[in-house]
């Protein structure tokens, strides 16, 4: 499969645990997006990379939230000391470069209980 | 910062009916995508407009950019219960990342 895989699809922790997901893109894809998705609402930017760069932060983003793509591959979303509003769909895309359509992942479901 | 728009919400058609969806942007855009997200599943690409003015067919859809690169719209022709799902416009300006708006929820009845 050559789509853009995300693990684990889900996750359930306890408030104030630190949780962390993996997206793996479609190879060659230099810009990975990460996005965040509650019911009825449209996908929200959290972050993006090119290559191993992160090249913009969404300003809500909370500091308890980081990412990283150290070999401009893989990319990996760390929440620490969740809560109960982190609970969401989250959603990773590639695309080839800034002008070409993002692919989605399927996406890591997040419950905080 | 950069804000994208859609309406309506919420549309209910009877099938064979036509469906619009309208999107607007706070900010003039680089391109504009659109998505479908069926329910229980994740957005997929539709379509790309990058030219002013520019209008793309995709059989039963059509989807237009405004003038000044600001709005954009999807219609739908003669729906079909297919069609059911999440409509997203994904905009971008130079440069930056893909910014969605809401979505408009589409739901058919035959």
């Known amino acids: 499969d050559t789509g853009v895989s995300q693990n684990p699809r889900h996750k359930i922790t306890k408030r104030g645990q630190n949780v962390t997901f993996r997206c793996d893109p479609i190879?060659?894809?230099?810009?990975l997006y990460w996005y965040r998705q509650t019911l009825g609402q449209g996908p929200e930017f959290l972050t993006y990379?090119?290559?191993?760069?992160?090249?913009?932060k969404s300003r809500l983003l909370s500091d308890r939230f980081s990412a990283e793509r150290p070999k401009g591959s893989f990319s990996t979303l760390e929440i620490q000391r969740t809560e109960q509003g982190d609970s969401a769909m989250y959603l990773c895309?590639?695309?080839?470069?800034?002008?070409?359509?993002?692919?989605f992942g399927q996406g890591t479901r997040l419950t905080v209980v | 910062g950069q804000q994208v728009m859609q309406i309506p919400q919420y549309q209910h058609v009877q099938e064979g009916e036509d469906f619009t969806t309208y999107c607007n942007s706070s900010?003039?855009?680089?391109?504009i995508q659109w998505y479908k997200q069926r329910p229980g599943g994740h957005p997929v690409f539709l379509i790309q407009?990058?030219?002013?003015?520019e209008v793309k067919k995709q059989k039963r859809l059509t989807f237009q950019f405004g003038e000044a690169k600001k709005n954009s719209s999807l219609h739908i022709t003669a729906t079909q219960t297919t069609d059911v799902g999440t409509y997203f416009c994904?905009?971008?300006?130079?440069?930056?990342?893909?910014?969605f708006g809401k979505g408009t929820t589409l739901s058919v009845s035959s």
């Open positions: 900010t003039t855009l680089s391109n």
């Open positions: 407009l990058v030219k002013s003015g």
């Open positions: 990379f090119q290559n191993e760069a992160q090249l913009e």
């Open positions: 994904a905009g971008r300006e130079a440069g930056t990342a893909l910014i």
């Open positions: 895309a590639s695309s080839k470069d800034s002008l070409t359509e993002a692919f």
């Open positions: 190879s060659e894809h230099n810009r």
